[in-house]
């Protein structure tokens, strides 16, 4: 599961590593602007995830989070 806090979030535009980090084309930038003015990321294709956690990793604002399932049985091995 990907939970994304748009208002931490400076955006696709100014930002963007998220979309770059994923090796499977999770995030899209959002139609929306978030109260700061920003265009956060949205999840586009959430079944892709693979749990890598690299959004959550490099995401300088600390504005995703990744848990479940998927994470959980990676986090094992």
């Known amino acids: 599961m990907l939970r994304i806090y748009h208002e931490l979030c400076k955006g696709t ?5 998220c979309i770059y980090v ?3 084309e999770v995030f899209k930038p959002s139609e929306a602007l978030n109260q700061k003015g920003y265009r956060p990321p949205v999840v586009a ?4 995830c693979t749990g890598c956690g690299n959004c959550m990793i490099y995401c300088p604002d600390l504005a995703i989070v990744v848990s479940g399932e998927k994470s959980r049985r990676r986090a094992k091995r």
Do not use: A, F, S, V
């Open 22 to 24: 994923c090796p499977k």
């Open 45 to 48: 294709n959430e079944d892709r």
């Open 13 to 17: 535009e100014e930002c963007g590593i």
